[in-house]
């Protein structure tokens, strides 16, 4: 992972990511063969690299990715990504219009379409990970550890816990939604 040759990461997808709105994932898919990404500025541990918005290729093919529940991603830890939403239609914060891309989706069993996909594109879609009943099950689970860790009673919907219980709101650059980066997440974990 430290040498950045081939790392890879994985998001498994419990809610519809679908819309501008919706927090998600932002890449530029291929740009883990840019060859000249180097000179980006990156943080001494190198978690997070600023990526010029000014750069035609990431101008040409910024996407945020349509994700349905049960869905995973899987990609190269070189291309530029970040989880996030849009704050306007269409719009990212830097002003660069984001497309919406919906990947082609591969069985969770054909390794060798997955390879191909993250050798050509640096990312690739992941269908029937999980089952509804299992998404369902997930939830209810962490339903129950919310309950646990905060000594509250376990809520009929999350929209009755706390506001405490989710984290800060999700605005990309290494903040993976509301409930995942939480202290609630780390400690169910």
């Known amino acids: 992972a430290f040498s950045m040759e081939h790392c890879y990461q994985s998001s498994l997808y419990l809610h519809d990511s679908t819309d501008h709105e ?3 994932f932002i890449c530029c898919p ?7 990404t180097d000179e980006y500025i ?13 750069d035609q290729r990431v101008i040409d093919t910024v996407s945020k990715l349509i994700i349905y529940s049960g869905e995973m991603i899987l990609w ?4 530029a990504h970040m989880g996030g939403y849009i704050s306007k239609p269409r719009k990212n914060t830097n002003g660069i219009e ?7 989706p591969i069985d969770h069993d054909n390794f060798q379409k997955m390879k191909d996909e993250l050798e050509q594109n640096g990312l690739c879609l992941v269908k029937g990970v999980i089952l509804p009943e299992e998404i369902r099950e997930l939830k209810e689970q962490l339903k129950k550890d919310i309950s646990k860790i905060y000594n509250l009673p376990e809520a009929n919907d999350w929209s009755e816990y706390p506001d405490d219980c989710y984290g800060r709101i999700n605005k990309g650059g ?7 980066c939480s202290k609630t997440a780390w400690e169910a974990r």
């Open 22 to 24: 919706s927090d998600s």
């Open 30 to 36: 291929g740009s883990h063969a840019w060859e000249d």
């Open 42 to 54: 990156s943080s001494p541990d190198r978690h997070h690299v600023s990526v010029p918005y000014t």
């Open 76 to 79: 190269d830890s070189r291309l």
């Open 98 to 104: 984001v497309k919406m891309l919906r990947l082609e």
């Open 174 to 180: 290494g903040s993976w939604g509301p409930i995942a």
